[in-house]
T-cell receptor, first 114, second 114 residues
Framework: AQSVTQLGSHVSVSEGALVLLRCNYS??????LFWYVQYPNQGLQLLLK??????LVKGINGFEAEFKKSETSFHLTKPSAHMSDAAEYFC????????????FGQGTTLQVKP | DGGITQSPKYLFRKEGQNVTLSCEQN?????MYWYRQDPGQGLRLIYY???????QKGDIAEGYSVSREKKESFPLTVTSAQKNPTAFYLC?????????????FGQGTRLTVV
């Protein structure tokens, strides 16, 4: 069964520091991969998705993620954290089938300290 | 504007009551999904529907029911059989289901049992 693991339920960084949120997936075939962000009491907003056109994917708000097949990873990074980046982040995988179901990781709460 | 509308935003239910959460989309998406979110557990799939008049159980369908009579609507009923219904419920849609397309989410409904 496909699954996704986010390492670290809480990550704390200082404003201006590098943000690194980790995501590993388990699949014999590279799935479709996504990162979503959720602000308190709101729905999920897509940050970026892996389309297989390029291993380094750029998203909104300065975030990017690199697909590494050998490590089965899709870590999310941002060079310089901003206070407004404080939120919960979810990595998700989607099977290459016709169901379209997204399987989510447990989520990582990002805290940005001034 | 296209999007997904969930209502109500907050819902209170007495024990033993059934309640229905509304989800409407005007994105012309074929597939729709219901997820439940609990702190520290990510999002878990309750039910999904790939086409009108058809739906499948997700990972935690017990105590829930759905219908898909129209393409744009996918209401979720939380029945009295659901032992612990207090949670944040998210509706999503996507199309086409089997390709590298992201899911779009509503703003969620927070259900509390009183």
């Amino acid at each position: 069964a496909q699954s996704v693991t986010q390492l670290g339920s809480h990550v704390s960084v200082s404003e201006g520091a590098l943000v690194l949120l980790r995501c590993n997936y388990s699949s014999s075939v590279p799935p479709y991969l996504f990162w979503y962000v959720q602000y308190p009491n709101q729905g999920l907003q897509l940050l970026l998705k892996y389309t297989s056109a390029a291993t380094l994917v750029k998203g909104i708000n300065g975030f990017e993620a690199e697909f590494k097949k050998s490590e089965t990873s899709f870590h999310l990074t941002k060079p310089s954290a901003h206070m407004s980046d404080a939120a919960e982040y979810f990595c998700a995988v989607k099977k290459a089938s016709n169901t379209g179901k997204l399987i989510f990781g447990q989520g990582t709460t990002l805290q940005v300290k001034p | 504007d296209g999007g997904i509308t969930q209502s109500p935003k907050y819902l209170f239910r007495k024990e033993g009551q059934n309640v229905t959460l509304s989800c409407e989309q005007n994105l012309n998406h074929d597939a729709m999904y219901w997820y439940r979110q609990d702190p520290g557990q990510g999002l878990r799939l309750i039910y999904y529907s790939q086409i009108v008049n058809d739906f499948q159980k997700g990972d935690i369908a017990e105590g829930y029911s759905v219908s898909r009579e129209k393409k744009e609507s996918f209401p979720l009923t939380v029945t009295s059989a659901q032992k612990n219904p207090t949670a944040f419920y998210l509706c999503a849609s996507s199309s086409p289901a089997g390709q590298n397309t992201e899911a779009f989410f509503g703003q969620g409904t927070r259900l509390t049992v009183v």
